[in-house]
């Protein structure tokens, strides 16, 4: 793939290893969707899939930056360093559900500075630089301006989230979703398809969406308000209006 003009060094090396893994991803896709109709064992399938696609993402990051770290176990103010989700949506690619990506987050100078989220199916990359904005393909995006939870789209993890939670939700009018990709939750909260997403278990490999919903003029924090850098697994995301009535939401829940 040929660096788009106008896109930093950082920004090509990482949508060229999504673009260029979400080939594969997406042909060993179309494989499970077949291998549905049958009852053969997928497993070993799919794990051969995802450390294919992982060994590509690899190769391409640390071809660009050998000497940065890929996933290490603890992040520090010197580090250098790829955060990498090989496969957001594991169960929905599993079931041959078109709803999953791959994402990429770059962290250095002590700081998450860049994000991929790259959506193989419907050839979606959204990326961000720190203090340069977010991108959908080559289109400039931002949170939607929607104000009150009713008539929003909210986004949960998976039925974690309280039960009597989501009951205030839909009494405040808000529509849920639980579309089974984190990745693309927090791209589509970024890109104003959806107003927010709460989440109770969100991995460390996903930095790269929080970053882009930050670029896109949204919030991003931990249930407690503090600022999340995805060292938390808790995640409270929006744009500004609906992530405050989120937040109160949240407090008269856990007063109780």
Request: glycine residues 6%; contains cysteine; positive net charge.
């Amino acid at each position: 793939m040929q660096p788009y003009q106008g896109r930093s060094p950082i920004i090509n090396v990482t949508s060229n290893a999504c673009v260029f893994a979400g080939k594969k991803l997406l042909r060993d896709f179309l494989e499970i969707e077949n291998l549905q109709v049958t009852k053969k064992d997928i497993s070993k399938f799919y794990n051969n899939a995802i450390l294919n696609v992982e060994k590509n993402i690899r190769q391409s990051l640390l071809k660009a930056r050998p000497d940065w770290h890929i996933n290490p176990s603890k992040i520090e103010n010197q580090t250098d360093a790829w955060i990498i989700n090989v496969l957001s949506g594991k169960e929905n690619f599993l079931h041959g559900i078109p709803h999953v990506a791959i994402s990429i987050a770059s962290y250095n100078n002590g700081k998450l500075s860049s994000g991929c989220i790259y959506d193989p199916l419907r050839k979606e990359l959204f990326f961000c630089e720190l203090g340069k904005g977010a991108y959908l393909n080559e289109r400039r995006i931002r949170v939607s301006g929607r104000s009150l939870l009713n008539k929003s789209l909210i986004s949960l993890n998976s039925e974690e989230i309280f039960f009597e939670m989501i009951q205030k939700l839909k009494l405040e009018g808000a529509s849920i979703r639980i579309s089974g990709c984190p990745s693309l939750d927090l791209a589509w909260v970024a890109s104003g398809r959806i107003d927010a997403c709460l989440n109770t278990t969100h991995k460390f490999e996903d930095l790269a969406g929080i970053l882009l919903i930050k670029e896109a003029g949204g919030f991003c924090t931990d249930f407690e308000m503090s600022e999340n850098n995805g060292f938390k697994k808790d995640i409270c995301a929006g744009n500004p209006s609906i992530y405050s009535n989120l937040i109160k939401v949240l407090k008269l829940h856990n007063s109780k």
